[in-house]
């Protein structure tokens, strides 16, 4: 007989976000910090600032339409936004007497 034996575990604990990575989700959370370019093909490429060089751009996504780039840019700072919400810990949505 085989018997197969494994371990797992579970974090109870917040995790360990570095300073950095704080700032760069924070970066990429405000809005202003994006723009759309059009591409030579048509398409409409998302581009974020690099946090690090205000000069230099970084391409994120490719759309084919401009309410799809929009869309997208949307979709990147609500969840960045999110994510800096949940690392403030749970918050109180009711208290009783």
């Known amino acids: 007989m085989t018997y197969i034996y494994y371990k797992s575990s579970t974090y109870t604990t917040e995790p360990k976000i570095s300073d ?27 581009e974020v600032n690099s ?26 700072v609500e969840h960045f936004s999110k994510k800096l919400e949940y690392i403030k810990g749970p918050k109180v949505v009711k208290t009783f007497d």
């Open 20 to 46: 950095k990575q704080m700032a760069e989700w924070r970066h990429l959370a405000d809005k202003k910090n994006w723009r759309i370019t059009q591409l030579p093909n048509g398409f409409y490429q998302t």
């Open 51 to 76: 946090p690090e060089d205000g000069e230099k751009w970084v391409d994120i996504t490719r759309r084919e339409t401009l309410e799809g780039a929009e869309a997208a840019i949307e979709g990147s």
